[in-house]
């Protein structure tokens, strides 16, 4: 009996991601990401999947992003009970991620609702907060390699992936097929994250592209971001950095942490961290020392670079603050969350500068800004575009093009087949062929939806 892969999610695209691996009437979904970005990939999320979520036997998570847990409370509400397996880091990350995801939609939805601006009256949450503290029961922590059976007669194990706290890539062993999902791959060079692990052997493997046609620059994060910030320092203005709350915001902390401590930066320079998912999460390095590279003083520097906001108060109370000041508010690509009132009263000030940290999906606000568009869509409204806009290169939490291929060059023996997922398609498309090239390896960019074997 043979098994076989559907491509529910992340294919074409860096969102979604949803695995599902099928043999002798058993399914095991990998991942379950939500769709993010461009509006026809969103609308997505509102389809019905095209398996009924109760027939699912287990649930794998290699992360806790959105864009591969995210879709977790929706499957809770359409009646999925079985487990939910994911290390110890990813579970804390989910418990803090889902309910502020379930949040957002709620908030979001009450906005359409009283302003108007919605086709659908009345426009409804994808899932609300409860429905992700319900969801958040079914999670089963799995320790890194050691092996676990999220199906009688399958076995899976978890390897270190880098990129965020808690991420892994996952091994599943089911009639004598193994298949590797490499999860989201960091970087080996990362400041704050450990290197991801050597992949084990396997028949099949589905590599992530992120970055699959590009290469990270040499220089680390601090030669991009001090004369930025001196910048902007120099002229009293205020720098709005969008944070990817779980990963980057604690990299951008150490590095401005460190780079006070050299004199790089102005001492008294004040920063802000305005998310209280990224001030929970630094908690959370605390908690799992094994999972980073950070020591005690290094954690530190984390905790007191930075005044931390919680409250919605002390949010808005920001706004009547002068420069010069750097605040940092998640979402990193400013698909929602609290930097959108900071964008909309900073960007018209041509003083003011808005710096990008990370990976920007099309159709993202933080993608416009990028691409230098004059007038950003917020809440309703065009918000003028007068800051300086930086984008920072080397502040990625995936791996590049060359360290992909160096990840999958330590196999010792050729897989049957690579699946090349989770990217835009000419990324997909181009790591592709660098493995034809590079490795001698077949490899098949697949289509959203389709099956393939293993
Ligand atoms: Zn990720």
Request: aromatic share 6%; proline share 7%.
């Amino acid at each position: 009996m043979s098994v076989n892969i559907t491509f529910l999610g992340g294919t074409g695209t860096v969102t979604g991601s949803k695995y599902l691996v099928q043999h002798d009437g058993k399914k095991l979904l990998v991942d379950c990401g939500l769709f993010q970005g461009y509006k026809q990939l969103r609308l997505r999320n509102w389809n019905p999947m095209p398996v009924t979520p109760t027939d699912i036997d287990a649930v794998i998570l290699t992360h806790a992003h959105l864009d591969h847990s995210g879709y977790v409370p929706l499957l809770y509400r359409q009646g999925y009970r079985g487990q939910i397996h994911a290390t110890p880091a990813t579970c804390d990350l989910c418990a803090i991620l889902l309910p502020d995801s379930g949040h957002i939609q709620e908030e979001d939805a009450a906005f359409l609702n009283r302003h108007g601006y919605t086709k659908h009256d009345p426009a409804m949450p994808l899932y609300g907060k409860h429905d992700a503290l319900l969801s958040l029961q079914l999670l089963k922590p799995e320790r890194e390699t050691k092996t676990f059976s999220p199906i009688p007669g399958w076995k899976a194990t978890f390897t270190t992936a880098g990129h965020i706290l808690g991420a892994a890539s996952v091994l599943i062993e089911v009639a004598g097929r193994r298949i590797l999902f490499s999860g989201d791959l960091g970087r080996p060079d990362d400041m704050i994250m450990n290197p991801p692990a050597p992949p084990p052997d396997a028949d099949t493997v589905l590599i992530e592209s992120t970055y699959g046609n590009r290469e990270h620059p040499h220089e680390n994060i601090m030669a991009e971001l001090a004369p930025a910030l001196k910048r902007v320092a120099a002229r009293g203005g205020v720098a709005v950095v969008p944070v990817f709350a779980v990963g980057r915001a604690q990299a951008l902390l150490h590095a401005i942490a460190l780079m006070k401590e050299r004199g790089e930066i102005p001492h008294g320079l004040p920063i802000f961290l305005d998310s209280p998912m990224a001030v929970h999460t630094t908690d959370l390095f605390q908690r799992h020392p094994d999972a980073h590279r950070l020591d005690t003083d290094a954690l530190k520097g984390l905790k007191h670079v930075a005044t931390m906001i919680e409250s919605t108060e002390e949010s808005k109370a920001l706004s009547k603050r002068h420069g010069p000041m750097v605040i940092l508010a998640a979402s990193g690509m400013a698909t929602g969350g609290r930097v959108l009132h900071h964008l909309a009263h900073y960007l018209p000030d041509h003083r003011n500068m808005v710096i990008l940290t990370g990976y920007q999906a099309p159709g993202t606000r933080g993608a416009t800004i990028a691409s230098g568009g004059a007038l950003l869509r917020m809440h309703g409204q065009d918000v003028a575009v007068h800051a300086e806009v930086v984008q920072l290169q080397s502040s990625s939490a995936h791996a590049d093009a060359t360290q992909l291929i160096g990840w999958l060059g330590q196999m010792k023996n050729k897989p049957d087949q690579v699946y090349v997922v989770h990217g835009e398609p000419e990324a997909s498309d181009a790591l592709r062929q660098r493995i034809e090239r590079d490795l001698n390896w077949r490899a098949i960019v697949p289509e959203h939806g389709s099956t393939w074997p293993t």
